[in-house]
């Protein structure tokens, strides 16, 4: 029996306009707390908010847009916000002054939010059901090599070349992600299916329940998740490997590409729960190992085990999220999963912070691998035992 087609040329496309919008996340990610700082003079809390107003207004777009998404088309919302975000990256050239910046961080953040939900609903739809697992793994791949080479073009054109330059190649990038999206193109049946009678307002237009319990979880490991982000390379200096620490992400990319073909392939075959828990394991192993590291060695075999592990659980995921919601359902899946990741990643950052300043960094990435675990245990009631109390239940009724 032949397999349905996953990599046609939409699904490339979307693919690749979901790589240039997270590219451009990450060049301006690393690099515009080091513009603040330098051009401004500011301190550390207000170049923080460079990243901070970015992500709650993203937050806050994503249920917008899935409403949105739920009753009109998809491609209209999708091009919508890689206009905004697109036209967000030229304005960073005209402000004099961090107000001015945080003015356009909170519009850059609109239109990333709003982009970011409208690609993961498109794609959606455009992978086979019988192979979302697997497409939905290659998908998110482009996000994870986006993370890998954003901050290296980012940090290497603002040393070498300066930020002007900087600014003309998150421009650039994110001018591809525009082009790349209008090339995508949905079948009829995909935009107007979406046209449904809702309610003006009600909590269910801007928060899909059946999404809020896998989202919990991935918000919950998300927390973990950031304080690789902000502080790995903090860590790096502080155990004396910082000769290879822009190689940490480099090998978790190279470990997830490697095993990509075959997770997501296990996903659709055996379900989530097999891929789950042993990537929960494997996690909190990369993490203890990243916590005892003396050395390069030990520095990038924790990259690996953590790649293999958190790389292959958030598309997992993201995957169920999108499962368990109705056809029509899935943009505002989409953005009530990416919304409370996305505030486990800011809730983690600051509260990270916060730790850091109590204990070093190998104490807390200890202790992070046994809130790791705490994780299994919120999946299997969330995902596991709620779900088939639900059905015992049902059978009851059903039976009286």
Same mark, same amino acid.
């Given at each position: 029996?032949?397999?349905?087609?996953?990599?046609?040329?939409?699904?490339?496309?979307?693919?690749?306009?979901?790589?240039?919008?997270?590219?451009?996340?990450? #060049?301006?990610?690393?690099?515009?707390?080091?513009?603040?700082?330098?051009?401004?003079? +500011?301190?550390?809390? @207000?170049?923080?908010?460079?990243?901070?107003?970015?992500?709650?207004? $993203?937050?806050? +777009?994503?249920?917008?847009? *899935?409403?949105?998404?739920?009753?009109?088309?998809?491609?209209?919302?999708?091009?919508?916000?890689?206009?905004?975000?697109?036209?967000?990256?030229?304005?960073?050239?005209?402000?004099?002054?961090?107000?001015?910046?945080?003015?356009?961080?909170?519009?850059?953040?609109?239109?990333?939010?709003?982009?970011?939900?409208?690609?993961?609903? #498109?794609?959606?739809?455009?992978?086979? *059901?019988?192979?979302?697992?697997?497409?939905?793994?290659? !998908?998110?791949? /482009?996000?994870?090599?986006?993370?890998?080479?954003?901050?290296?073009? *980012?940090?290497?054109?603002?040393?070498?070349?300066?930020?002007?330059?900087?600014?003309?190649?998150?421009?650039?990038?994110?001018?591809?992600?525009?082009?790349?999206?209008?090339?995508?193109?949905?079948?009829?049946?995909?935009?107007?299916?979406?046209?449904?009678?809702?309610?003006?307002?009600?909590?269910?237009?801007?928060?899909?329940?059946?999404? =809020? /319990?896998?989202?919990?979880?991935? %918000? !919950?490991?998300?927390?973990?998740?950031? $304080?690789?982000?902000?502080?790995?390379?903090?860590?790096?200096?502080?155990?004396?490997?910082?000769?290879? +620490?822009?190689?940490?992400? =480099?090998?978790? $990319?190279?470990?997830?590409?490697? /095993?990509?073909?075959?997770?997501?392939?296990?996903?659709?075959?055996?379900?989530?729960?097999?891929?789950?828990?042993?990537?929960? #394991?494997?996690?909190? #192993?990369?993490?203890?190992?990243?916590?005892? /590291?003396?050395?390069?060695?030990?520095?990038?075999?924790?990259? *690996?085990?953590?790649?293999?592990?958190?790389?292959?659980?958030?598309?997992?995921?993201?995957?169920?999220?999108?499962?368990?919601?109705?056809?029509?359902?899935? %943009?505002?899946?989409?953005?009530?999963?990416?919304?409370?990741?996305?505030?486990?990643?800011?809730?983690?950052?600051?509260?990270?912070?916060?730790?850091?300043?109590?204990?070093?960094?190998?104490?807390?990435?200890?202790?992070?691998?046994?809130?790791?675990?705490?994780?299994?245990?919120?999946?299997? !009631?969330?995902?596991?035992?709620?779900?088939?109390?639900?059905?015992?239940?049902?059978?009851?009724?059903?039976? @009286?």
């Amino acid at each position: 029996m032949n397999k349905p087609k996953l990599w046609t040329k939409d699904f490339i496309n979307i693919s690749l306009s979901n790589f240039f919008l997270f590219l451009t996340f990450y #060049i301006l990610l690393v690099t515009l707390p080091i513009y603040a700082l330098q051009e401004f003079d +500011s301190n550390a809390s @207000q170049a923080g908010l460079m990243t901070t107003v970015f992500l709650l207004s $993203a937050i806050i +777009s994503r249920p917008l847009a *899935g409403q949105w998404l739920e009753r009109g088309s998809n491609k209209k919302v999708l091009l919508t916000a890689l206009i905004i975000f697109a036209a967000a990256s030229l304005l960073y050239f005209f402000p004099n002054t961090v107000t001015g910046f945080l003015i356009i961080r909170l519009l850059h953040g609109v239109g990333f939010g709003m982009a970011t939900t409208a690609v993961g609903a #498109i794609v959606a739809d455009l992978i086979p *059901g019988s192979r979302r697992g697997e497409g939905m793994g290659y !998908f998110v791949m /482009s996000t994870n090599l986006a993370m890998v080479l954003g901050p290296f073009i *980012g940090l290497t054109a603002i040393q070498q070349w300066g930020a002007k330059t900087m600014f003309i190649l998150s421009v650039i990038v994110a001018a591809g992600a525009l082009i790349t999206g209008l090339t995508v193109k949905l079948s009829k049946t995909d935009e107007t299916k979406k046209q449904v009678i809702v309610p003006a307002f009600s909590i269910k237009n801007f928060i899909e329940p059946s999404a =809020v /319990s896998i989202a919990i979880v991935g %918000g !919950f490991l998300a927390i973990v998740y950031s $304080a690789l982000l902000s502080f790995v390379s903090v860590y790096a200096n502080e155990i004396h490997v910082s000769e290879v +620490s822009s190689l940490f992400f =480099v090998v978790y $990319a190279i470990i997830l590409l490697m /095993s990509r073909p075959f997770t997501g392939k296990w996903l659709d075959q055996y379900g989530p729960h097999v891929i789950v828990f042993p990537s929960i #394991i494997l996690f909190a #192993i990369g993490m203890f190992v990243l916590s005892q /590291s003396v050395g390069a060695v030990t520095f990038l075999v924790s990259a *690996g085990m953590i790649g293999l592990g958190w790389g292959t659980l958030f598309p997992t995921f993201q995957t169920i999220a999108i499962q368990n919601a109705a056809p029509r359902k899935r %943009g505002l899946a989409t953005a009530t999963f990416l919304s409370i990741y996305d505030i486990g990643i800011a809730l983690g950052s600051f509260l990270v912070g916060l730790i850091a300043a109590k204990m070093d960094f190998s104490s807390l990435y200890f202790l992070c691998s046994f809130y790791i675990l705490i994780g299994a245990v919120l999946y299997y !009631f969330m995902q596991v035992r709620k779900p088939e109390m639900k059905r015992q239940r049902y059978l009851k009724v059903k039976e @009286q």
